[in-house]
């Protein structure tokens, strides 16, 4: 008998690297989730990055993600983040409908420190700075930029703040990377990264039960709470809450039987996932483009033994450019 086929909104049909649409109608809550495996492993191993930084870069990947694929739009997404701290510089971006791409940069030293004196947290390596939320709908749009301080907050918990400020919409999400240590088929000791998101959002029908609680002003603030949270996000996101990490990334769960414990008492949708792919947007005539308004004695300081040669910084792909190439186009 041959095996049948997985159908939509039965356990393990999604798969890895593909986000899943969901809907829970009894709690007017409509998000997206996923998990991330072999998308994941290509970008990490790339780069070699200490785990620390890996583990940073892959919460950074699963968010953008998560957000990108909600353009209903031909353009880019991004998220970077600017800050002070040994990881200064994180950045992934979206290319719809289905390609991601992400780099990190880092203090080497710094980072080795802080993983000696146990002070490797992720609020820690980032240290204080911003996270920019980019959309670029093409070269005849204006991109819109969205930016919110990162105070020593997870990013978790500044995607929320995102939300709150830019779309006033109540959002909660959650991100989890885990390590994976098995054996091949030959007993050779194999690693693996896997990560795993979830967000959800409030979108009732009457607008007025999207009104925030206020948000506490500091001290000395006295002011009265005049709208208290709605009963279905109360519940909704509570439920969100319970998610953990091991959850998120555990391959034996599956994105469907994860949605399915969370909200099976109200009902939950799932809808035709989107695959989402490590595909980098550069190219040779791109770079070359680049290099090509460059001056004269630009190319001349940039040249090594007749020949200029540029790695990118996400696929790590060194493309080499003959001057004479650069001088006759």
Known sequence: MADRTVELGEFGF???DRVVPFQ?????????AVQLGPLLNSILDR???PPAVARLLAETIVLTVLIGTSLKFEGKFTVQTKTDGPVDLLVADFTTPENVRAYARF???AVASAVAAGEASPEKLLGTGVLAFTIDQGSFMQPYQGIVPLDGSSLEEIAGVYFRQSEQIPTRVRLGVAELYDRDQTGKPRHAWRAGGLIAQFLPEAPERMRHPDLHGGDGDDRDNDHAEDDGWAEARLLVDTVDADE???PQVGIE???FRLFHERGVRVYEPNGVYDRCSCSREKIKGVLQGFSAEEIEASQEDGAIGVTCE??????TYP???LENA
């Open 14 to 16: 999604a798969g890895d």
């Open 248 to 250: 998120l990334t555990d």
């Open 24 to 32: 829970v109608e009894g709690l007017d809550v409509r998000g997206r």
């Open 257 to 259: 039987r994860l949605l």
């Open 47 to 49: 780069h070699d990055y």
């Open 107 to 109: 203090d080497e030293e």
């Open 314 to 319: 996400f696929c790590s792909t060194t493309y």
């Open 323 to 325: 001057v004479s190439e």
